[in-house]
Structures are given as C-alpha cells and as structure tokens.
C-alpha cells in the first residue's frame, strides 16, 4: 500500500514533487497499489520508486524519469511512455501493457538503458498505441492529409528504430545502421 504522505506529496504537483526529491534523495517513494489513473506525470522523478501494482492507466509519463523504479505488476494500459526513462535496474516484471478498454502504451522514443526487453512478455498485445491511434486516424478520417503521412511515416522509422535497437539488446549487439540517416543508434 502507498505511503499517503508520499502519495500526497506527488499530488500537489511534478515540480513540486521533484523538488522534494532533490532535497530527500535518501527516501525510497512508496507509490504501491496507487491509483494514478490519467495523472499528469511528465517529466516526473521516480527513479527507485516502488510503484508495485500501481494503476498508471492512461497516465502521462512522457519524459518521466523511472530508472531503479519497481513496477512488478503495475498496470500501464494506455499510458503515454513517450521519451521515459528506464535502466537495467527498472523491475517490469508482469506489467499489463494494454487492454480493450484504456487501450495500449505508447512506447515511441523510450529510453530503456540496458533493459533486456525479451523478459516482457509481448504476447498479450495485439497492437501497439501507435499503431491503434494509426488505425482509428485510418476509419474516422478516410484520405489522409499530407501532414498525417508524414508523420505516420516518421512513427514507422521511430516504431522500427526501436524495435531495431530493442532487438540488437536483446542479442547484445553494440550498435546497428539507422536506416533514416547515414549514422549508427548506440545501444
């Protein structure tokens, strides 16, 4: 269960949350069991924070920093991980990544360190969020504008320079071609 101080300290704000952070580094937040259903939590610090069955469905995450957190069996559905943070220390052990009802995690741009993304089990997701938003823009709008391939186009190169760099972890590659420029991604 959460500790309600910690729970009410994030509630008054992300600034106001990583300032006291900055000045109680030796906490180990407690956020288990929260319920952070569609929070705004961008750019938030949770490094080493126990977020254990936490509800982060539909949460904004985008940027957040969760690098040592413990999400054993949080529920991420929906939830915007664009540009997050994790390392090889990031427990994702049993998270719920998508659903009918909130949808599927948006994972473009994420940061994962050296997380080996092969102990995710992947065979619960029918889709990613891109590629659901991809398909509802596809029925609701009919003809696509030349601004909306452009940018279902850079989501494939992003989709599939993750995959790429999430695939070269896994087998411990050191660095494959980008085939949107002329350089190498790092991993």
Known sequence: MADQQHLDQLKQGVETWNQWRKEHQDIRPDLSEANLERTDLRYVHLEGANLRRAHLEEADLLGAHLEEADLLGAHLEGANLRLAFFDGATNLGRITLGN?????VSLVDVHWGDINLSLVDWSSMKMLGEELEARRRNVSKGKKTKQEQELEKKERLDHYRWCVAMAAQ?????SVVDPGSASRLRI
């Open 170 to 174: 896994t087998f411990e590659v050191c």
């Open 100 to 104: 009918e009802q909130f949808g599927f």
